[in-house]
């Protein structure tokens, strides 16, 4: 492995570049690399340390930006601290009593539905053709009889 491979790894991977683009830029095979890696576990660190490279440069910049920019300072909190930060919808159960009610109706049309013999009930195969439904699946429920 000469000094000019090298460089071109340690360039690659100090921008964070994944091992095909950094066996491209370097002009090695994928396979020469993994050889060279296994038999160099030292270089095989150092590349692994280069990736970290743009990711301090990222955090970096953005605890920087978040000293004058709130919105920013608010986003990186929601996402690091999800528990505290993180925006929440808070629900009641004011409604529940009408959701129950609308639950019923439905359950209660789909069972006469499935009673009617030969009824057009909407349902419908892979095709587009209307099937029939049997009340008697495997859990009780309608069963395609296609």
Known sequence: ???????????AFAIDATIT???FYANISR????NWMKANKKLFDRLEEL???????????VCNAIK???????RYLERKRKG?????IETDNRNRETFDESAKEIKN??????????ADNGVQNRKGE?????????????????
Not at 1 to 11: D, R, W
Not at 68 to 74: E, G, I, R, Y
Not at 109 to 118: A, G, Q, S, T, Y
């Open 1 to 11: 492995m000469t000094k000019e491979v090298v460089k071109k790894l340690e360039e």
């Open 21 to 23: 683009e950094a066996c």
């Open 31 to 34: 396979e020469t690399f993994y």
């Open 51 to 61: 990736r970290a490279n743009p990711v301090l440069t990222a955090r970096t910049t």
């Open 68 to 74: 004058t920019d709130s919105d920013l300072a608010m």
């Open 84 to 88: 505290e930060f993180s925006p929440r």
């Open 109 to 118: 049309l789909l069972e006469e539905i499935r009673k009617e013999p030969n």
């Open 130 to 146: 209307n099937v029939e439904t049997s009340p008697t699946g495997a859990n009780g429920e309608g069963k395609s009889n296609s």
